[in-house]
């Protein structure tokens, strides 16, 4: 945006810090520095064994899994995400994917990616918030790396209930059958990169992970925005 329409847009419109709340200078997007400087990154780059990647040990066999940052119940990172997911800050997602992808590529985690593959929505839920936040947390990624966007790979089929109050097997149970791989789409043995926003148990990913395994697809990495410390 051009600098000066920005300031007459901020002095009628103050823009705030998603995080904390204070005005935004003239420079800053979605977030204040302060609350960028200290956003609680986990810095697993391209270590194997990261924490994120034991969520998967015994379950499914991943290539290689990160995450940006880490979040607590109520902490105020988690709030980020929740005006992310259900407020419409829809293009904070792309901005935080892109500052994930530019922090990490140097790390080798994007390497031999072939498709970068959102979770997907369920048609009633994606008519009902308008966008899904996995996808421009994806585009912010694509941007990038140039990795090409795959948002016909998977398919979200069953409409199922909110899992915010469940135990790990009920939500396992629950996400198992919920979604479907297309066939023809990508080959076989691409390496595909599932990106999600949030993960605590990792149940909606294990459920992508084995769709696209049902499909043959075995080379898979998963990267999450944030995950639950
Ligand atoms: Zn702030």
């Not at 308008?130 to 409409?159: K, M, R």
Request: proline fraction near 5%.
């Amino acid at each position: 945006m051009y600098g000066w329409l920005r300031d007459i847009g901020d002095f009628f419109f103050p823009r705030c810090c998603l995080v904390c709340g204070r005005v935004l200078l003239h420079d800053e997007d979605f977030l204040c520095c302060h609350c960028l400087l200290n956003l609680p990154r986990t810095g697993y780059g391209n270590v194997p064994d990261n924490p994120m990647e034991q969520l998967f040990y015994g379950k499914l066999p991943v290539e290689r899994c990160n995450a940006y940052f880490l979040f607590t119940e109520g902490g105020d990172y988690r709030r980020l995400i929740h005006r992310i997911k259900y407020n419409g800050e829809k293009e904070c997602g792309a901005y935080l994917g892109n500052l994930f992808a530019r922090e990490n590529a140097a790390t080798g985690f994007f390497d031999s990616i072939d498709y970068l593959v959102p979770v997907p929505l369920h048609r009633r839920k994606l008519r009902q918030r308008g966008y899904n936040q996995s996808e421009w947390i994806a585009q912010g990624i694509a941007d990038v790396t140039g990795i090409p966007l795959c948002t016909d790979l998977l398919e979200c089929v069953t409409d199922r209930p909110s899992q915010t109050r469940k135990g790990i097997y009920d939500r396992w149970l629950s996400t198992r059958e919920a979604f479907k791989a297309n066939p023809g789409i990508v080959p076989a043995d691409s390496h595909v990169l599932l990106v999600d926003d949030v993960v605590t148990t990792g149940a909606t990913l294990l459920a992508c992970g084995k769709a696209l395994g049902d499909l043959g697809i075995s080379r898979i990495s998963i990267c999450a925005l944030s995950l639950a410390k």
